[in-house]
């Protein structure tokens, strides 16, 4: 079942490069272990297919969007009764009701949603609200965290293994001055957090966290940390925010809050809500969220926010998600793949730790013991990392990676994802190992 690495493609990301800045549509699409993007021509269930028609196994889905597989039926009709209704956007429906309705039902955090397009928007839009209502700005995150591409977020710690140090752009083209206003704090770093808190609590309109860091390969957070977050928060009137947007429908219907009963002031989601199909939302605390136009005066509209195809396929999405038992399969499933992986890794005496959650993973090379921190996370073995995800790329098992550098992306598995197809992946993964054993 061995195929080629996709060889044809060099020549597209060449003339790419003419014409698409860098090559690409968005950084993360390029593979930066293929040196080029992972060019695909469909997907369907658990695969998706290159250019030549080579079949591979999806461990990316869609960077998580895809939760029920590619080219899910239900998914597919819903979108089709949206073109069918003639493409209308900027309109409110009938759907985007009963959307919302869904969401309040089974999201903790929902009493009410406001829909947008990206997940990016919808974080920003969070911390504008919690701005507005506490008459504060600074937010405190914690390293390493993504949320998305706007300013406040590409801010990093200049060195997230040191107690203290001062804030710096993440990449180029943020103005360091918009530094002051962030915060930045370990995750599962309990001491630093009551120490940032006695020093800035009363100064703070926002704490943002990822529930389980998904975007470091899976650091879930330790006991008692999420309500230690919720209870300073609450008692120094500071916005608790939740970005679900990789967690939500993840490990459970409700997301991390559901999980774990820490409930935030706002919450967004994105990514799984509709498999695929632009989407993002924000929910929350009535209070907070009529601080939203028109109502209130916190700026939020958009021509595409909420467009009905997304909307229809988010319907869709969460009605096969709210079925009997799903959750508990994709648990039971997850808990299976993810001991197998680990051990196929040990039986081959490599140094990687397997950690998952629901249905996101992360595999962090170089490492055995547990990762509880981003600094654990970042001494990932991007060398070992690479000749295991072209091994693999090689035997129809594609696994993305988002960066040559720093902790190890998050991969996935969808609800269409069979045993079979874990059987097979797992094999794949043993002959991997076996040639990385034999220093290939
Ligand atoms: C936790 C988290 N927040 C925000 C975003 C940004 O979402 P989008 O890519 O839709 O803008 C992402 C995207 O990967 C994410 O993982």
Redesign the pocket.
């Known amino acids: 079942m061995s195929r080629p690495v996709v060889s044809h493609t060099e020549g597209l990301f060449v003339q790419a490069q003419q014409v698409l800045a860098s090559g690409v549509s968005a950084s993360m699409r390029m593979h930066p272990y293929l040196g080029r993007p992972f060019y695909l021509s469909r997907g369907d269930g658990p695969h998706v297919y290159d250019l030549a028609g080579g079949r591979y196994l999806d461990f990316n889905l869609s960077?998580g969007a895809a939760i029920l597989g590619h080219r899910h039926p239900a998914v597919e009709q819903a979108v089709l009764r949206g073109l069918e209704a003639g493409i209308i956007a900027a309109a409110e429906t009938p759907f985007h009701e009963e959307l919302a309705a869904v969401l309040c039902e089974i999201i903790p955090a929902a009493e009410r949603v406001r829909f947008a397009s990206?997940?990016?928007e919808v974080?920003l839009v969070a911390i504008r609200i919690a701005r507005h209502a506490t008459g504060r700005t600074k937010i405190l995150k914690f390293d390493g965290h993504?949320?998305?591409?706007v300013e406040p977020f590409l801010l990093k710690r200049e060195d997230p293994t040191a107690q203290r140090s001062g804030v710096v752009p993440s990449s180029g083209g943020v103005p360091t001055s918009l530094s002051g206003d962030v915060v930045m704090v370990p995750w599962n770093d309990a001491e630093a957090f009551e120490r940032a808190i006695a020093g800035h609590g009363t100064g703070l309109a926002a704490v943002i966290c990822?529930p389980i860091h998904?975007?470091a390969g899976c650091i879930p957070p330790t006991p008692g940390f999420l309500e230690l977050l919720r209870q300073r928060t609450t008692e120094n009137g500071v916005v608790l925010i939740f970005?679900e947007?990789?967690s939500g429908f993840r490990t459970a219907l409700g997301g991390v809050q559901e999980q774990t009963g820490v409930v935030p002031d706002l919450c967004?989601l994105?990514k799984a809500l509709a498999n695929g199909m632009p989407l993002?939302a924000l929910v929350g605390r009535a209070d907070l969220m009529e601080h939203l136009a028109p109502t209130g005066p916190v700026a939020h509209s958009g021509t595409y926010s909420g467009h009905l195809l997304s909307v229809l396929a988010a319907l869709a999405t969460v009605a096969e998600l709210r079925k009997p038992g799903v959750y508990d399969r994709l648990n039971e499933a997850a808990a299976a793949f993810y001991q197998d992986l680990q051990a196929v890794f040990d039986r081959h005496g490599l140094p990687v730790r397997v950690q998952g959650m629901g249905a996101r993973f992360g595999l962090h090379f170089g490492r055995r013991a547990p990762v509880r921190t981003y600094a654990d996370a970042l001494g990932h073995d991007h060398e070992l990392n690479m000749r295991f995800a072209l091994g693999c790329i090689e035997r129809g098992v594609y696994f993305h990676a988002y960066s040559r550098q720093g902790p190890p992306g998050h991969a996935g598995f969808s609800l269409a994802h069979t045993p079979k197809d874990f059987a097979e992946t797992l094999d794949v993964v043993d002959a991997v190992a076996t040639d990385l054993g034999r220093g290939g």
């Open positions: 960077n990206v997940g990016s974080t993504f949320h998305g591409l990822e998904f975007n970005d947007i990789l967004t994105a993002s």
